[in-house]
């Protein structure tokens, strides 16, 4: 063969490879984004699901607003209206309620102990801001306002109990139970559950593919209003073939416990779930009762026209492995109020940790930047220190050999923005150092920082600089770059009522919002931007920060504590131990709830005579949160 053409046929061949190998890499590219596409505009299935923004003014919602979620959740759209304030989707897929109440926290509380309720602030969503309470919080959100109808209580000495003689009743107008059947006594055969409603709840039926091996019990007779009622409760554990029946209780209606059997699985126990059930490995070793045993009996005991009363009996009835041919009864859907009680702070030590508190914010929002040559361009540099957000206040520093710059930014990102972009590059021919002030307050933030944008409710969450006010209308002509784009939030000037120029953008996914970052940081868009740091909650509190609260930024020195002082600080009861134990606690109760239960973690504020905190509010459904639960040992 002639060696040119060889030589060419070569080339040709290399041509070819390079050519396959370039669109095969193309065709990748153009697959990860179709699969991208597909993710975005996937169907979901019908599960409940929330709301992406809560539309409260100044992110504050109501003890009557949350009475109204709570209402709805329960109820449905057909016996009460939706929420005012956010959007519950498919709220017949919704399988419990449950509620979370700590006495004696307040938002104040939260975030000074921000570190320590790792599980609280990574596992919820959704966060809000909640009035100071009322004498009586709980009768405030659940809708049963206790009424004073006759007798002078006021004249009673204080701590005394209301004598047989004090008229007080309840107003259960409002109650879910008389909402759902009224006020007239109802038959026993009015409250069943239906066939459907007993497929809604996931009880297991006769035919079903995950009860092949369920008994039935002998209840097949026909139900009357004068069927006789059994409270049933089951206690569970969990093994390596998933949770399994530890204690089973039956109590016949007059009060009389016809059966409290312990009982033992049958496979390897891997956690006794002690806090939840009280039984330990000691109390179950010596018991040698089987769950066909408990069957055996649970069959003998009830008549044919039994009817099963209790809370979650579908998870009762799953743990027994019995089939109940609509025999079920349940008086309500499935809502549960959890309540704990701290010890309350003493109202100097409150005061202090509130002033404390907002001045570290302050701080953290503070930058110094320099050293700059002494005939730098000030105009420029404060161009170019904007560019990363509003600016609350810029002064010059002219305490050290060469100028430096003190900058307060409005938004805790910008003053990250800031450090990130400028910290050890050329500015005006000079390499300058950004940083934050060093102060006792300020110690941790680079922590506090990193956690803070884990939060469940940043992730997803991206802050931009530099937005034009058709920023919004540019961005939604081109929606097609920026799939799962849930919300758009643009903050205005409290007193002109302009827009600021910046925003957050609140994604579906990070990962849509980590291309949306990347897309809006290039040269078409040429914005500066980073992901969220501070909800939007958090922001409406911080503006109302007090100028007495205020420092000037910069070190603080203070008389280090005795030997006994700090080892008094390290015990097991400082706050700080408790608040990280208590969001543990939190934490495995969280874990034990089934998929599809709306939960609310309520921290009420506080109020005495020496002043009112606002409380806090967390949310989020099981399902729709489980992508963001952190791993209880972190």
């Known amino acids: 063969m002639d060696p040119e053409r060889e030589r060419t046929g070569r080339h040709l061949k290399k041509g070819r490879k390079r050519r396959r190998a370039r669109n095969t890499l193309v065709g990748a590219a153009e697959a990860r984004r179709a699969r991208w596409d597909l993710e975005e505009r996937q169907p979901e299935a019908k599960k409940a699901r929330l709301s992406t923004i809560l539309f409260a003014e100044n992110c504050e919602v109501t003890h009557d607003q949350l009475c109204e979620l709570l209402k709805y959740a329960v109820l449905g759209k057909s016996s009460v209206p939706k929420p005012s304030w956010c959007q519950l989707f498919h709220q017949n897929h919704l399988n419990n309620v449950v509620v979370f109440v700590l006495q004696g926290m ?10 320590e309720f790792g599980f609280l602030r990574k596992a919820f969503r959704h966060k809000f801001r909640l009035p100071p309470p009322s004498s009586n919080f709980l009768a405030d959100i659940t809708g049963l306002q206790k009424k004073q109808i006759m007798g002078d209580l006021s004249k009673m000495v204080e701590g005394s109990l209301p004598s047989a003689g004090s008229k007080v009743s309840i107003n259960l107008l409002n109650d879910p139970i008389i909402q759902k059947y009224g006020s007239k006594k109802v038959g026993l055969t009015r409250c069943l559950l239906t066939k459907e409603e007993m497929k809604t709840f996931h009880f297991p039926l006769q035919g079903f593919p995950d009860c092949e091996n369920f008994v039935p019990t002998k209840c097949n007779g026909s139900i009357t209003d004068n069927s006789p009622l059994f409270g049933l409760d089951c206690e569970m554990c969990l093994t390596s073939k998933g949770r399994e029946l530890t204690r089973i209780s039956l109590v016949a209606e007059g009060g009389c416990c016809v059966m409290d059997e312990l009982v033992k699985p049958d496979n390897k126990i891997l956690d006794y779930l002690t806090s939840f059930s009280g039984i330990t490995k000691k109390i179950l070793n010596p018991v040698t009762t089987k769950l066909k045993d408990v069957q055996r009996h649970l069959k003998a005991l009830l008549p044919p026209d039994a009817v099963l009363v209790g809370h979650s009996l579908d998870l009762d009835l799953r743990a027994l492995k019995v089939l109940e041919q609509a025999r079920v009864e349940i008086p309500l859907f499935p809502f549960s109020i959890v309540q704990f009680s701290f010890e309350p702070f003493s109202p100097s ?4 940790m509130n002033k404390r508190m907002r001045i570290k914010w302050t701080e953290m929002s503070t930058i ?52 990130e972009s400028l910290d050890g590059i050329l500015v005006e021919g000079a390499c300058i150092k950004v940083q934050r002030p060093v102060t006792e307050l300020t110690l941790d933030c680079n922590t506090l920082v990193n956690e803070l944008e884990q939060d469940s409710e940043n992730r997803g969450t991206i802050y931009l600089s530099g937005v034009s006010e058709t920023f919004k209308e540019h961005l939604l002509q081109q929606s097609n770059l920026f799939l799962g784009l849930e919300a758009v939030i643009l903050p205005k000037d409290l007193k002109s009522g302009k827009q600021k120029r910046y925003c957050f953008l609140k994604f579906k996914t990070f990962g849509s919002a980590q291309r949306a ?6 040269k078409d868009w040429k914005l500066k931007g980073r992901h969220a740091l501070t909800p939007r909650h958090l922001h409406a509190w911080l503006r109302g920060l007090p100028p007495e609260s205020r420092r000037p930024p910069g070190v603080r020195v203070i008389p280090p504590p005795s030997e ?71």
């Open 564 to 634: 006994q002082q700090a080892l008094q600080a390290l015990k097991v009861d400082h706050p700080k131990i408790a608040a990280w134990r208590w969001g543990r606690k939190i934490g495995k109760l969280y874990h034990s709830l089934g998929p599809g239960t709306l939960c609310l973690i309520l921290l009420p504020g506080t109020k005495s005579t020496h002043g009112s905190f606002s409380g806090l509010g967390l949310m989020g459904i099981k399902d729709e949160e489980e992508s963001t639960t952190p791993n209880m040992c972190s």
């Open 106 to 115: 307040s938002q104040l509380h939260f975030y000074r102990f921000y570190l």
């Open 349 to 352: 030590l409150t005061e202090e």
């Open 517 to 522: 970052l990347n897309i809006l940081k290039g």
């Open 368 to 419: 110094y930047a320099g050293p700059f040559s002494k005939t730098c361009n000030l105009r420029a540099l404060k161009r170019l220190f904007k560019s990363f957000g509003s600016i609350r206040s810029m002064t010059l520093v002219l305490e050290t050999h060469q100028p430096h710059l003190c900058i307060q930014y409005e938004v805790l990102e910008a003053a990250q923005l800031a450090i």
